[in-house]
């Protein structure tokens, strides 16, 4: 099996996948492929995207690759959804961010940092699944651990934690029209528009 060939199955895989494709897996599935190699092809086909002048690209996003629409063409497809933006209020925010930074956190810990009550939030961000439950801390009463999802990574663009911005830097990070930040906002979900990332439909 030529290199052209990989390069061909590695496109394919990356495109049929519903979730981001991880470099383990596709290193799986190409015979005699080795991870170090699926990452030269995955540049080698974005090469060529550049070179064709296509709309999208492979991005390394939530701890694999996916094809997303290159952001300049968001305010164009965002007039093609039938969803709004997720939208999220400045505490959803600020909680996400403790959750995010001191994951796996329990709900206490969490409102230590924010000085309120914070059990609405978190429900809200569960639903949204942006936070996930992690299990619970070993001490007395067993209290919950909350952790970012797979869905965060998503929704903020990022292969994995430890890419994490500055906390200022958190709300700058989601792609032009992802989010919409709304002080006025209820914490809890909307439940009759469906919510999406609209810049890169997946």
């Known amino acids: 099996m030529d290199r052209t060939e990989r390069r061909r199955i590695a496109e394919a895989l990356v495109l049929g996948s519903p979730d981001p494709i991880s470099v383990a897996r596709i290193a799986d599935i190409i015979p005699y492929c080795k991870p170090a190699e699926v990452r030269q092809l995955i540049d080698e086909l974005n090469t060529e995207y550049v070179k064709q002048g296509r709309a999208f690209e492979i991005t390394e996003v939530a701890g694999g690759y996916q094809l997303r629409s290159l952001p300049e063409f968001a305010p164009y497809l965002r007039q093609t959804l039938k969803v709004r933006p997720l939208r999220m209020s400045q505490p959803a925010l600020e909680t996400l961010a403790v959750v995010a930074y001191r994951q796996p956190a329990t709900r206490a810990e969490v409102e230590h940092i924010r000085g309120v009550d914070v059990g609405a939030v978190l429900r809200s961000l569960i639903e949204r699944k942006l936070v996930r439950i992690a299990g619970h801390r070993d001490v007395p009463g067993r209290p919950l651990?909350?952790?970012?999802?797979?869905?965060?990574?998503?929704?903020?663009?990022?292969?994995?934690?430890?890419?994490?911005?500055?906390?200022?830097?958190?709300?700058?990070?989601?792609?032009?029209g992802a989010l919409v930040i709304d002080t006025d906002a209820d914490p809890a979900p909307s439940s009759d528009v469906p919510e999406q990332v609209a810049p890169s439909p997946e």
Not at 146 to 167: G, H, I, N, Q
Not at 170 to 176: G, I, K, M, V
């Open 145 to 176: 651990l909350y952790a970012t999802s797979k869905r965060f990574l998503e929704v903020f663009e990022l292969a994995s934690l430890e890419d994490l911005p500055t906390l200022r830097d958190l709300q700058e990070l989601a792609p032009e």
